[in-house]
Every structure is written in C-alpha cells, then in structure tokens.
C-alpha cells in the first residue's frame, strides 16, 4: 500500500505521475531544484519541498536530498521519473532501508540489469536475439579491436552504464576505433561514472523498435505492443509511433510473446522497455533494457488505454497484475512528437528563456503533455523537452493527418521549438511510406525536411 | 562617558530584540520605551518591508501576486538566515529571540540521513525572529530565522 509519493523529478513528468497519483487517490509532494519553483507541477501540487539548487548533482541527482526530502514530507514512496535517478541502484537499495517504496524494479533488479553487456548475454540466454558483439565489456583498447576484429566493422562503442544515446561512438575501421575509444571512455566516466565500454556490430538503416513490458513481483509478465522510434537525431528520439511499420504481422506477435516471456524469466520486475534495431531482413536484435517508465510511454497508453505510470504505481506496491495478456488490446496508431527548446535552423542549438506566448493543441485524439504555460522560464540547466504532443487514429495516416492539424495548433513563443521541423517532416516521403530507419536524417538533411513545412500561418 | 557608552550598548542589546519582536507580533506601527534616561524608539514601517521569502512564495503558489518591497535600510539589517539542506533541523543553543551571533558562527544543524549539514551565519547580530524550532522539517533555502545586525556605527 502506497499512501504519499515524492515526485523526485521536473517538466512533464512531474506532472504526468501527479496525475496518476491523484487518479490513485494517493496524496503526493512534488520535489524541486531552486530553479524548478515556478514550474507548472510544482504549482498545481498540494505540496512541494526544494530539495537543492539548480545543479541537479545537489538537487535531482543528489540521492541523500531526495530521500531527506521524502522523510521530511512523510512520504512513503519515491517515484523517480525518466532520468536523474531512475535506474540508479544504489538509490533504489538506500531508499528501501530508509523504508521507502521506489516506484520501479527493486535495487537487486536494478543491478543485474544495470550493466549492458551483461543484460545482452542474459536475455540471450533467455531466447532473445542479439547483434553481435564484445562479450560483455572490453577493458581496454587491445580488447575492443580484437572483438571488432571479429565481428567485422563498422562496430559502436557504447558506455556500459550508459543511456539516453549518449557515450555512443560508431568505428568504421580499427584507426578510427583507436582514436575512439578513450575518448568514449572518458565521456562514459563523466556522464555515467562507470567509463566501462562494450562493443557491437552497428547495423546501417535499422528501425528502432522497442517493447514496452510489465512485470509483477510473482513473474507475469505482459507486454504491450511495441513503439518504433526509428526518427532519431545522433541517437536522441524525435518522434515515436505505434505499431511499427517494420514487424509484419506475423513477425510481431511471435515476437512480442517471446519478448514478455523472456524478461519475466530473466528476473525483471515492474515496468520496462527492451529495446531492439530491425534490420532489414525484418527481424529484431536486442541491444538493450530501460529499467524505468520512458518519455514515450503515451504512445502505448494511446493504443492500449492502459495507464502505465498507475500500472508501476500499483505493482510497485506490491500488487499482482490486474489484467490478462488476451485484455491488453491494441488499437489504431499513435504518433509522438517530442517538442524541445531547440532551433531546428541552427543544428538544434539548445534554448532557454521566457515562454511569451502558449497555446496548446487539442481536440478529439489529441493528447498534449507539457509543463509550459506562459510566463513560464524555461530554465538552462535541464533537458529541452517542452512538450510531447500524442496524436491517435484508426490507421496510421489517420493519425498523421491529425497530427499535422494539432502541431498547427500549438504555439509556443519566445524560444525556438522543434514544431516546424515536424510539419516538414510529416511531408517527408520517407517518413510518410513508413520506412524512416535511424539514419534518414543524416541522408535527407534537417535543412531539407524544415524546406517541407508548410509555410501557411498557425 | 565610556561608561554612558557602554551602558547604552548593553541597554540596546537586552531590549532592541525584545521591542522587534513585540513589534513584528503586536503589529503595532512604533514602540517607544524609556529606560535609565535613554529612550530606545522602534518604528514598524522599516520592518514591514521586509517580506519573508517562505511565505512569498506560498502567496504566489496560491495565485495572489506578491509585490516586491524596495529595500530600505531596515532590510539591510536584517538576514533571514536559510537552510542549506532538506531534512530536519536543529538550532544551537544561543538561537533564541534576542540571542547573540558571531558572524560565521554555527547556529544550526540539519539532518540529512544521519549527517548534519553545518548552517553557519553570514553576518552577526541578533535573533529577532525565529521561524522553525528543532525538531522540524525544513526545505532547501527554507529561512530558519531571521538576525538583526546591529551596526556598530548607530550605536
């Protein structure tokens, strides 16, 4: 039983698990950085407690003032967000033995999942394709160009405790492999604190398709369709839909059953995504699991109408699961556009400043999600996420004609956004035909896809 | 002479925090109180202008517009001294109404899982409010109470 949750996070976010608590019935407190005091979810709680200042190293990522702050509000739960400290163990274990609930896989979950390397061979174990790859982390630089030697280049090194795409860097031979590797090493080190790298085979034009799990603590696990975030900019996602355009029919239900099947076997609890590349012979190579609810989980409610962040909410409370695989149905198709604080113009410099004017999309099938208003300052300190605007149709170009019709609607002034970008984008014939893979735009050009927006007025 | 000096300074110490205090709870607009010839006068529209951030910020959390005071000489004196954690917070044994503080002296302590984390003063003066007590629950930059410098100049 949860009664009081800390909200240890900021943005939309904050906002969306304040919902689901309220939804709940269960009361929650919203802790913030000294920059986040004017934001929106701190405004609509009932409670809020400053946890540190702007630096989120003393604030957000600070797991001594989270847990404080959750003591000093009465709460019995801590829900981390995406992020910050989500899939951190040691805050998961440090949080139990203050006595308190971490909405998410327990902290020896956490650490058996925590290492990429290790997850890639035990999900293997458990009938789940990979790309090939080191065995587990390369030492040092005479490692990974004997393991890339072997798989054949070009090869990505990724930071073992990394995510989010960042510590990533791709080789296309052993020279550029050698010049890599400490350089990824010391990004891994300061981006993660675990410098640790591994090694894969990097497929060219994949999709990135990815599915979302729930499991209880008795081991049911059920899945819930999969997202396709092959629209990616250096390996940030812009855009996310469901179902992908890459599974046949007969691929994806195969797949999915046995994607449910092997994560509740290899131990992992609550909510989760197992990320996989789709190569062009159509079938799906695990490269990873995120141990936490993701930026894009609207896309899954919209198909489902599952509530997610209740869903982790409740199993992290310790219930069983509430529903059947056979009552999870999908329907239609959903699209995500992540809207940032980025000038699009300008190779997506970040932005930050007052948001002078605000308006918001809606209408039937249309889900906003934001944590702007107007007056609102967004701060430099953080991610540039806005907003994420959901769109749902009975078909996916049903759900793209409403989303060029919503992202008309939205305006947001004072700071360059990503809104145009995917006007053009939602022109742009390989987006359009369904076979967008990771690479298309560094093919077509953001120059290109901008070029294709419409340019009447909002 | 030095004795009178002297005697004043005393004077001042004992009752300037007492009449602050009273002032800040009567909401009186002055107080006036005569002593061994001296008399020591406080006027309440100097404190008034200073508005105490927590409560700032609960006011705007409400919607109710909180307009900022133009600082007088008064809220130059005066030094709302803040935590610098979230946690539970204990006061050292001087802070109290009318108190002494050494400029980076400790004068509190808050408890973050078991470590204390060193509130220390940034001015000296005295304690003319108290605005937690030991024992609560305290938020990062949370104003724990208020000091009143005393400058030595005016004396």
Known sequence: MIKRVLIANRGEIALRILRACRQLGIEAVVAYSEADRESRAVLVADEAICIGPADAKRSYLSAPAVISAALATGCDAIHPGYGFLSENASFAEAAAAHGLTFIGPSAEVLERFESKAEVRALLAKHGLPTIPGSDGVVPDEAAAAKAAAKIGYPVILKAAAGGGGRGMRVAQSADELAQHFSICTQEAQAAFGDGSLYLEKYLIDTHHVEVQVAVDKSGTALHFGERDCSVQRRHQKLVEESPSTALTPKVREEFLTRVAKAVGAAGYRNLGTLEFLVGPDGKPYFIEINCRIQVEHPVTEMVTGVDLVALQIRLAAGELMPMTQAEVERRGHAIEFRLTAEDPVHEFRPQAGEITTFRSPSGPWVRFDSHLYAGYEVPPYYDSLLAKLIVWGNTREEAIARSRAALREVEIGGVETTRDFYLGLLETPAFLNGTATTSMLDTIGTADILAAAPKARV | ?155
Do not use: N, W
């Open chain 2, 1 to 155: 002479m030095a004795h009178d000096t002297e005697r004043l300074g005393d004077l001042l110490d004992s009752l300037l925090p007492v009449l602050v205090e009273r002032l800040h709870e009567t909401g009186l607009g002055e107080i006036e109180i005569e002593r061994d010839g001296a008399t020591v006068r406080v006027r309440a529209e100097d404190l008034a202008a200073h508005v105490p951030s927590a409560s700032a910020s609960v006011a705007s959390r409400a919607g109710v517009p909180v307009t900022a005071a133009a600082p007088t000489a008064a809220d130059e004196r005066r030094h709302p001294v803040r935590s610098t954690a979230v946690g539970f917070v204990k006061l050292a044994p001087d802070i109290h109404v009318g108190g002494k503080v050494a400029k980076g002296s400790l004068v509190a302590t808050v408890d973050v899982l078991g470590v204390a984390v060193e509130v220390r003063a940034d001015h000296a003066g005295i304690v003319a409010k108290l605005r937690c007590a030991s024992g609560d629950p305290v938020e990062y930059g949370q104003e724990l109470f208020l000091l009143e410098s005393v400058g030595e100049g005016k004396l």
